[in-house]
């Protein structure tokens, strides 16, 4: 009897630790208005979607529509409007819109403003941009998500930017030529040091001790070689009509995007 009683009495304790955990799961949202994917490609955004927000404890928007609103990007009023109000709490979010041909990724809430700054929004809209001009609506969805977990994984791994080498084979690969460029010019330095120690014996000799005297007939000029410098012409910059525009967002949130 005293068992039983004692565990009744510690219930209330048991339910008071498991709520929090339970109330911190992220959730998905995806919503194909415009219909911009297939069956089979939601389910696999979905899918992937839901495992950055187990993995992270977030809340994942995607939205496609093809609303006439009155701002100049339709996809960033729309994306702000419904994740804001569905997830007041934070959320990352990517959204198209067609009836201005907009797109726009945004994130919201503390702790998602604090992982992903303007600079991460940015690359993911650039990202997302590359696939929208062809016509790939489901590779720029599907790009976003990649990108997402990857500044996820980065920022939650506890090494920072360190955390690159092991996630992204581009930050590898750079890491391995840096250091064997790094290898080289410190074996060249050595063997400088050691050169410079280094003396020849030398003999002089006079120039009667020539059979005869040299004399300079001819003065003939050839080229030996000839050099070209090329100077790299910077691409220009896209404006708000085609393309990756930059960011911004309303208050509150941090996002990116333009028009395709």
Do not use: C
Not at 78 to 107: C, K, N, T
Not at 153 to 173: D, M, V, Y
Not at 189 to 198: E, P
């Amino acid at each position: 009897m005293k068992k039983t009683l004692g565990i009744l009495l510690l219930m209330p304790l048991l339910l008071l630790l498991i709520a929090p955990i339970q109330a911190k799961a992220g959730q998905v949202l995806i919503i194909d208005e415009y219909g911009l994917f297939t069956e089979s490609e939601r389910e696999k955004l979905e899918d992937k979607a839901q495992k950055i927000s187990d993995d992270f404890d977030t809340n994942v928007v995607i939205l496609t529509s093809g609303a006439s609103l009155t701002s100049n990007n339709y996809a960033r009023d729309a994306i702000e409007s419904l994740g804001s109000s569905r997830f007041p709490e934070g959320y990352i979010g990517y959204a198209i819109d067609m009836a201005d041909r907009s797109y726009w990724v945004d994130a919201y809430g503390d702790r998602e403003r604090e992982i992903f700054k303007q600079s991460d929004t940015d690359s993911l809209s650039e990202n997302a941009y590359s696939y929208l001009r062809e016509g790939e609506y489901y590779d720029s969805a599907n790009s976003f998500l990649n990108g997402v977990n990857k500044r996820f994984r980065i920022a939650t791994s506890g090494f920072g930017n360190l955390s690159k080498l092991w996630i992204e084979p581009g930050a590898t690969a750079l890491a391995v030529g840096g250091g064997t460029v790094l290898a080289l010019v410190v074996a060249g330095i050595a063997t400088g040091i050691k050169a410079g120690k280094h003396r020849d014996k030398t003999i002089k000799v006079d120039a009667g001790q020539y059979g005869r005297n040299f004399n300079l007939s001819q003065n003939r000029d050839r080229l030996v070689r000839t050099y070209q410098t090329r100077v790299k012409v910077p691409e220009p910059s896209h404006s708000s009509g085609g393309g990756f525009s930059g960011g911004g967002g309303s208050a509150g949130h941090t996002g990116s995007g333009g028009h395709f």
